[in-house]
T-cell receptor, first 114, second 119 residues
Framework: GENVEQHPSTLSVQEGDSAVIKCTYS??????FPWYKQELGKRPQLIID?????GEKKDQRIAVTLNKTAKHFSLHITETQPEDSAVYFC?????????????FGKGTHLIIQP | EADIYQTPRYLVIGTGKKITLECSQTMGHDKMYWYQQDPGMELHLIHY???????EKGDLSSESTVSRIRTEHFPLTLESARPSHTSQYLC??????????????????FGPGTRLTVL
């Protein structure tokens, strides 16, 4: 089955700086890579996703890059703000039909220092 | 408003009790999932379903069972709760095959979770 590794487990950055979270996956058949944000005491919510036919996707201050050859993908947050503080989870799955649940990374605690 | 609902939100119960965690969605989704998560930690898939009468075990072995008699309802049952079952349980749902109303294939929507404590 799929295995997703996520680093770092904790990331502390100054407000206004950029944050990068990296994930690797093991199953070359995986073709869907979402990122979820989970604030304290709340449910995970999708913030951005990318499919294997795309190398990069951007949505305002958030971007995700995918390197299929190396089997890794990254989340980039620019101009970080206090409300970006949360746990971020990467995930991977195969969306070719008959797919089971997402395989998640272990999460990154992002702390934005004022 | 379309959403995923979980009840109860918090449950404290004694060892040996039978419990059922409820999950309902008004998203019109076919696929539903149960994840187990300790606070701030990784999410482990314990059960999923493609649709009515379909149930599958996930990556993490669990003593719980699930049923899917109605599309919108996916309850999880523990026949005899133990302290090792103490955790947060998150229900989720997604489309299965195709895109409807702009929803992206495979995007999973999560419920608010049930925090279970077994004494």
């Amino acid at each position: 089955g799929e295995n997703v590794e996520q680093h770092p487990s904790t990331l502390s950055v100054q407000e206004g700086d950029s944050a990068v979270i990296k994930c690797t996956y093991s199953d070359s058949a995986s073709n869907y890579f979402p990122w979820y944000k989970q604030e304290l005491g709340k449910r995970p919510q999708l913030i951005i996703d990318i499919r294997s036919n795309v190398g990069e996707k951007k949505d305002q201050r958030i971007a995700v890059t995918l390197n299929k050859t190396a089997k890794h993908f990254s989340l980039h947050i620019t101009e970080t703000q206090p409300e970006d503080s949360a746990v971020y989870f990467c995930a991977a799955s195969y969306s070719g039909g008959g797919a089971d649940g997402l395989t998640f990374g272990k999460g990154t605690h992002l702390i934005i220092q004022p | 408003e379309a959403d995923i609902y979980q009840t109860p939100r918090y449950l404290v119960i004694g060892t040996g009790k039978k419990i059922t965690l409820e999950c309902s969605q008004t998203m019109g989704h076919d696929k539903m999932y149960w994840y187990q998560q300790d606070p701030g930690m990784e999410l482990h898939l314990i059960h999923y379903s493609y649709g009515v009468n379909s149930t599958e075990k996930g990556d993490l072995s669990s003593e719980s069972t699930v049923s899917r008699i109605r599309t919108e309802h996916f309850p999880l049952t523990l026949e005899s709760a133990r302290p090792s079952h103490t955790s947060q349980y998150l229900c989720a749902s997604s489309e299965y095959g195709g895109v409807r109303s702009g929803v992206r294939l495979n995007e999973q929507f999560f419920g608010p979770g049930t925090r279970l404590t077994v004494l």
